[in-house]
């Protein structure tokens, strides 16, 4: 599962996020290893994604999230 | 003089760094570039207890040392090179207390770099609304630091920190992350080869040449050491970052309470409306649409009033003055040819005012974030908006806000485009020829006048993004589409801020395009009254031979030896040569000498033709009524008619006539090749739609 797949208000772990695609600024946002991330809005078309990732509010395309692996919380 | 020293403002974008910066410096500022760049330095003088100055430089706002920007590079580059007159004695990291966590990713850097490292907690005013408390002495110890908590918006903390930084050399410099942690045994071989460098300074050589390619590797010897690939670097990279969050997770678990429950809801009410699927477009529009009515209306009262005044001046100073060339060079050159760029000094103002409304509110980013699906249809990205509004106030500005498009593709379309849009230096034009051909009267409650101005708009947003879309089928550049951009809170915008902005932004302005104003202005009247020949030298003479039996009065010959003189004179011998080329789209070689000193500028076109138009004459008309007594040579129609008046703002739509943003599109692009294709294309383009226009409404 990647973050592409959440739905508006879902929210899960980050499990892998080390793709050389990945922009090392969003890394140093902190989307990394066990991190939380939310799915806050989505523009028109789905695209581009607005997330909460550990505490910072940032956008990015649905390609990059695509690339973000997740993993939904219990409950 | 007192001792004086070298203070850094460094911090994330968002964080307020700006504030801290007008805070501590009130209106001592200068901004000027870093040498061989075109990124803003900004700098100014602060006064702290017994005497200590502290020259505090603010630079560009960075998420941390791993350059991805020109502007990023320039905090790496100066933090890396201890000879820089600019070096910091002291760095003081600004951020914010709802982003802390990722605020101090960047101080920890900093802090490693073993320069004395002070952390400003901005927004302190904001903890009670989020839950938020911080145990300020532990996170000092534990981040080896002092803390100034400050809140700009209260004007609170700020004398607390100017102590901290009066007491500098008290501030701890150990690191806060063991650089060889990141990889024991690839920094231990580094560490073998340069047994004398810093190992965080090296590695941070190393990996910003992977990153930007600028550092000069020679600097530390390098060369010679095999370093890894760039997908190796950014792995550690990623480990470094890893690690680093580990640290500050540690000192935060400690040092920072937050009580979620006491969170309000009021970003995330606010984001559901202005970012939604149907409201959020309406917004965004019905701002726009308030922009562009307020310039039109607001502005024009000073602007008339401006305009008026110039007038009277001009008029005054010719009857307190003796008459001779000095005071006709003043009267008829110099004072109209200002009175052409002051005038523009509302318009400037307020569209810098919306502007920085918009970007310190934190609404900018929300129209980046609806808009780039759609841009990205057209070859841009949701960035370039930014661009293209900031382009209606000037394109210089837009072409240098088109570096935070991470894509190389998207950011040189942009780059192209932009000219496009509607600048203020056309707006007097557009203005004064709006004036004089579209009739008043109302439609819906809009004037016409109103509606045309509206529609230049329009067609200057659509040329650009048409252009976009044919670029970005002919250009083939393949690169990764990066896009990450910050969603900040929304801040009800510093008055002090958007004041400071607005008056640095029209005052840059005024300058840099006075120069050039008042240079041809005097060139134009030097060239308007000097000729050579017996229709120049002799034009009284020749004139009341002429008229002798026409029984003119003695104000009528007066006008028409003005008029003989100027034809004759060398600007006019000029225009004649040219005439034939633009007299298809309904000009004569007044405008024509206008169009070609656009070329300069465009708002000089206004400031020309009130030079060219002065001269000889005493009266005390405003420009717009000299225009509209022009009468066509050729038809015996008034110059300025519907016909020739629209080709003219076509022209002036399309035309690529600032040489400003030429040279900063070279530097941007580092070449020649895109102005001289945005100058050939644009100018041709809007040749051709003028003498379609023309010809087909006269």
């Not at chain 2, 100017?162 to 410099?173: A, H, R, W």
């Not at chain 2, 310190?360 to 699906?373: H, I, N, P």
Request: net charge positive; with cysteine.
């Amino acid at each position: 599962m990647t973050v592409a797949d959440l739905k508006k208000g879902e929210s899960a772990i980050i499990t892998d996020s080390s793709s050389d695609e990945i922009p090392l600024k969003l890394l140093e946002m902190g989307c990394l290893p066990g991190n939380e991330v939310e799915l806050l809005q989505l523009a028109p078309f789905n695209d581009p994604l607005y997330l909460n990732i550990n505490g910072s509010h940032v956008a990015i395309r649905k390609r990059i999230a695509a690339l973000i692996q997740i993993e939904k919380q219990d409950g | 003089m007192g001792r004086q020293i070298n203070v850094a403002l460094i911090g994330n974008p968002n964080t307020g760094k700006t504030s801290v910066f007008n805070a501590l410096t009130g209106l001592k500022q200068k901004v000027s570039n870093y040498p061989g760049t075109t990124v803003d330095k900004k700098e100014g003088v602060c006064k702290l207890p017994r005497g200590l100055k502290a020259h505090i430089i603010d630079l560009p706002g960075t998420y941390s040392l791993n350059a991805s920007s020109l502007d990023e590079n320039v905090v790496v580059e100066l933090l890396l090179n201890k000879t820089d007159k600019n070096y910091p004695d002291v760095a003081v990291i600004i951020t914010d207390v709802e982003n802390l966590k990722r605020n101090l990713l960047l101080f920890t850097q900093i802090k490693d770099l073993r320069i004395p490292t002070v952390l400003v907690i901005n927004m302190a005013d904001r903890m009670k609304h989020r839950g938020i408390s911080l145990n300020i002495p532990l996170l000092e110890k534990k981040l080896h630091t002092k803390i100034a908590l400050i809140s700009t918006r209260q004007k609170t903390g700020i004398d607390e920190l100017k102590d901290i930084i009066y007491n500098y050399k008290e501030v701890p410099t150990e690191p806060c992350l063991d650089t060889s942690r990141i990889d024991p045994d690839y920094f231990d071989s580094l560490r073998q080869a340069f047994p004398n460098q810093d190992l965080y300074k090296l590695w941070l050589v190393i990996s910003q040449d992977a990153n930007f390619g600028k550092m000069s590797r020679k600097t530390l010897e390098i060369e010679k050491f095999k370093t890894k690939s760039i997908s190796e670097l950014k792995r550690l990279q990623q480990k470094e970052t890893i690690k680093r969050y580990q640290f500050i997770n540690s000192v935060l678990k400690v040092g920072q309470t937050v009580d979620t429950s006491k969170a309000t809801g009021l970003r995330a009410r606010l984001d559901r409306i202005l970012t939604h699927k149907v409201w959020g477009y309406v917004i965004f529009f019905v701002i726009l649409l308030t922009i562009f009515q307020a310039i039109y209306d607001w502005a024009t009262i000073p602007m008339d009033f401006i305009d008026g005044a110039f007038a009277s001046l001009s008029h005054w100073l010719k009857e307190v003055l003796p008459s001779g060339a000095a005071t006709n060079l003043l009267a008829e050159g110099i004072v109209p040819g200002l009175g052409g760029i002051l005038i523009f000094i509302p318009q400037i103002a307020f569209l810098f005012l919306f502007i920085s409304v918009l970007e310190e509110s934190g609404y900018m980013s929300r129209v980046v974030f609806l808009m780039d699906r759609v841009m990205r249809r057209f070859g841009l990205s949701g960035k370039s908006v930014v661009p293209l509004i900031s382009g209606t106030a000037c394109a210089i500005p837009a072409v240098m806000a088109t570096r935070n498009i991470e894509n190389w593709k998207e950011r040189l379309i942009t780059i192209l485009v932009v000219p496009f849009t509607t600048c203020s230096a056309r707006l007097p034009v557009y203005l004064i020829i709006i004036a004089l051909v579209i009739p008043e009267g109302r439609f819906i409650g809009l004037s016409y006048q109103a509606l045309s101005l509206m529609l230049l708009y329009l067609i200057g947003f659509g040329s650009a993004i048409v252009s976009a879309y044919i670029l970005d089928k002919l250009l083939k550049i393949q690169r990764k589409s990066y896009f990450v951009i910050e969603m900040p809170n929304y801040k009800v915008p510093l008055l002090r801020n958007v004041a400071i902005t607005v008056v640095e932004k029209t005052k840059a302005f005024v300058y840099g395009a006075g120069k050039i104003i008042l240079a041809i202005s005097v060139i134009l009247f030097v060239l308007a009254s000097t000729g050579i020949g017996r229709q120049f030298n002799e034009a009284e003479y020749l004139v009341r031979m002429e008229v002798a039996g026409e029984n003119l009065s003695e104000e009528e010959i007066e006008t028409r030896i003005a008029s003989h003189k100027l034809e004759h004179s060398l600007i006019g011998v000029a225009g004649k040569a040219i005439e034939p080329v633009i007299q298809p789209l309904g000009y004569d070689w007044k405008i024509g000498i206008a169009i070609i000193c656009s070329f300069a500028a465009r708002e000089v076109f206004v400031g020309t033709l009130a030079t060219i138009y002065s001269v000889g004459q005493d009266d005390e008309a405003t420009i717009k009524n000299r225009m509209k007594k022009e009468i066509n040579p050729v038809s015996g129609v008034p110059l300025f008619n519907f016909a020739s008046g629209i080709s003219l703002l076509l022209f002036y739509a399309f035309a690529m006539q600032c040489m400003s943003t030429l040279a900063i599109v070279k530097r941007e692009t580092n070449s020649w090749l895109w102005p001289m294709v945005q100058l050939v294309f644009m100018t041709a383009l809007a040749y051709v739609v003028a003498l379609i226009v023309y010809q087909f409404l006269k």
